[in-house]
């Protein structure tokens, strides 16, 4: 049996849910059908996997600490709760089937990486609803020409429709955090993907825009687009990278990955 305290970890960014009301609105949120394929990043003392359980049949769960994951093995079944002690940003979600439900109270520290990492998987997912930072939110579905608009709103809008659901304040944690948090819906966009030729090159561009936020993308994009180039695709070269909307960073990637291939 392991003991039944436990102290946070904060290399872990363990923050756990003790609020009654917000555990209750983010399963509500998920509402997960008994036969869903459900994979908790991070379940820590439990308070989702619960009520998750309640639910589904069968949870797949990702804990990175050891010691979290055995009070888990000790309290569920092992044909009810399938438990991972892995580092979820190394796990390969393609393991686990199709049509998977991500949810997760990510750790704050990881949460961009985790999300790039997630997209990678897009095609083995139906939705991610997760926990962040609320300043993070706000850049994930931030629009053009808006101060939270950026290089995280630009890579996650070409691979999923992004949605707010609600604030979770920091009374609702134990340790409390000292920012606010919030619940995102990430839902890949399947058909309606734009296509990029060239990830490698979208990458870049897009982290070059806005590399320096006061910069014309005639001086951001130096090495990589000329004058002629830009105005090609009908992007002005004095005009800022936050002016751009997604759709024109995949046309002009694409149009310079195209030039690439045809002069290499
Ligand atoms: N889900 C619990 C809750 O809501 O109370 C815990 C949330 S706590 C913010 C984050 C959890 O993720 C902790 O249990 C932590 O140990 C775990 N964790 C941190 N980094 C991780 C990683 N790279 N892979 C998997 N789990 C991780």
Redesign the pocket.
């Known amino acids: 049996m392991t003991s039944l305290r436990h102290a946070?970890?904060k290399?872990?960014?363990?923050?756990?849910?003790?609020d009654p009301h917000y555990?209750d609105r983010?399963v509500a949120a998920v509402d997960p059908g008994p036969g869903d394929n459900v994979v908790?990043?991070?379940?820590?003392?439990?308070?989702?996997?619960r009520p998750l359980l309640d639910r589904v049949e069968r949870l797949t769960v990702?804990?990175?600490?050891r010691d979290?994951a055995a009070r888990l093995s000790d309290e569920f079944a092992a044909d009810r709760l399938c438990i991972h002690t892995?580092?979820?940003?190394?796990?390969d979600f393609a393991t686990l089937g199709s049509e998977l439900r991500v949810v997760?109270?990510?750790?704050?520290?990881?949460s961009s990486p985790?999300l790039f990492h997630l997209a990678q998987f897009e095609a083995s997912l139906r939705d991610i609803t997760v926990?962040l930072q609320r300043e993070v939110v706000q850049r994930m579905v931030a629009a053009p020409a808006t101060p939270d608009y950026g290089r995280l709103s630009v890579m996650l809008q070409t691979r999923f429709r992004i949605e707010r659901l609600f604030i979770v304040p920091p009374g609702a944690?134990r340790p409390a955090?000292l920012v606010d948090s919030a619940i995102a819906r990430l839902t890949p966009l399947g058909e309606a993907r734009p296509t990029i030729d060239d990830e490698t090159v979208f990458a870049r561009v897009v982290a070059a825009a806005f590399g320096q936020r006061r910069k014309t993308l005639r001086n951001a994009l130096k090495l990589l687009a000329g004058d002629a180039e830009l105005e090609r695709e009908g992007i002005a070269p004095g005009a800022r990278g936050e002016t751009l909307a997604v759709s024109d960073f995949v046309r002009l990637a694409n149009a310079l990955a195209q030039t690439a291939r045809q002069s290499g």
Do not use: H, K, S, W
Request: hydrophobic fraction near 50%; charged fraction near 15%; glycine fraction near 12%.
């Open positions: 946070p970890r290399r872990f960014g363990q923050n756990f849910l003790v555990i983010i908790e990043i991070g379940p820590g003392l439990g308070a989702l996997t990702i804990e990175i600490d979290l892995a580092d979820a940003l190394a796990f997760g109270n990510l750790p704050y520290n990881i985790m926990m944690f955090p």
